[in-house]
């Protein structure tokens, strides 16, 4: 055989080689990318009075106003999580996941908020579950506050009491005690937004105030000082010995201009900035601060309404500096994608003071009747830009899901995943963005806040009908298995199209 032959059959080989490693790495997620599942406790966990737990504001609103939620239904029993713990953690086991994302109740831990009557009970459930976990090879991520207030707080004023700040300090100081040794991953806060909006929009959420753009700024501003508390508390007196990370788990849809007007574009850095930046600005961008445009109009509108100071409290340079960088990871829950053009819209993401108006793209499939919108290329335009603009933190989704009726050949949610997996990958390998993980919404069907039972986001069904709440996998959750186990998503569905 002549040199030259040998050295075309060696450069084809090595071309091959090459090749294949291309291909198994557009299909393939990073070593130690993690995947896993969430739920949160007021959704899943049932038991609402059992055990000394205290009364929660979603306990309150669905006992005082039963006709609520769309279905008349409430969450004192739920998926019976409180006593069917182990047989969630043999679903996660099933499905093959790195971790799990949970939430801890509040008011199951401090029944009215404070630490002068810590419940042994709750302490004892959640280091059942923890532990249930870690024996089972699941790393628990776990969420503070996923929106289930004790009442007690509330009652005081909730998060528009300055004073919730010290007593959110008090709660994660019970819970690093308790549970800090073997969780490594915190959440302080989830999705701060919508909580927001359970204090300026009737007939959303609770505690069901309606006290506009006021009940929101104060709810926010209350939410970054309790968050960026509970952040120093952890540097100061718990990372060194616990080794663990920490951040808040923002939302927000990505916000694309319906047309191309300098208006419509200015519209959607408005919508960006008062949903998305007005926690991620202050946490995580160089200056610190609210977004300098959410400043502005807040002040504006203040003035123009006859106040004699702005309904956005200020930031000393103190608390400024206090707020900045009080994150270990960029968490995201992300869903869906809305377009944008300046007006005043009554939707769903009503913020007055944005002055936009939302609407979906008829082109976007819709999931289910009724449901939201099937928008994947959102996913990686928001990522990109959070990478753009936040100094290219690692990010973690901490949320991703879609909800349909509950059918268990559910292949609408699988082409959900698929496309938003496929996102995922062309943010790692063609966007050079710093993923971490993963997290599907939800493990099972659970209580969906105002939408009651009505809408399913599990990988798992579940029979609420049944008092023994049996778990039914949904063809979802086998073909979610396949890439928790493996970390690669099939090559059938990768595609590097730009969108």
Partial sequence: MSLQLIQRRLSRVILILMLGVSLAQKNSFPDGFLFGTATSAYQVEGGWDEDGKGESIWDHLMHTQPNFTEDGQNGDVACDSYHLYKEDVRLLKELGVDFYRFSISWPRILPTGQVDNINQAGIDYYNNLINELLNNGIQPMVTMYHWDLPQWLQ?????????????????????????????????????????????????????????????????????????????????????????????????????????????????????????????????????????????QIADNISKADGLTRSRLPYFSNEMVDYVRGTFDFFAINYYTSMLVTSGNSAGFLYIKDAQVEYFDDPSWPKTCSGCFKMVPSGLRKLLVYIKDNYNSPDIFITENGMPDHGILDDTVRIQYYKNHLNEVLKLIHEDGVNMLGFTAWSLMDNFEWKKGYTAKFGLYQVNFSDPARPRTPKASATFMQDIFRTHQLPEEDVSSEKQ
């Fill in 155 to 295: 009652d005081l004023g909730g998060w528009t009491n300055p004073l919730i700040v010290d007593y959110f300090e008090d709660y994660a100081r019970t819970l690093y005690e308790n549970f800090g040794d073997r969780v490594k991953l915190w959440i302080t806060i989830n999705e701060p937004q919508i909580i927001q909006l359970g204090y300026s929009l009737p007939d959303l959420l609770a505690p069901n105030l309606n006290k506009s753009m006021v009940g929101w700024y104060l709810v926010g501003h209350h939410i970054l000082l309790a968050h960026a508390r509970a952040f120093h508390l952890y540097d100061a007196h718990y990372r060194a010995a616990q080794n663990g990370k920490i951040s808040i788990s923002m939302q927000s849809p990505w916000f694309e201009a319906k047309t191309n007007s300098a208006e419509d574009i200015e519209a959607t850095n408005r919508a960006l900035q008062f949903f998305l930046g007005f926690f991620a600005h202050p946490i995580c961008s160089t200056e610190g601060d609210y977004p300098a445009v959410v400043r």
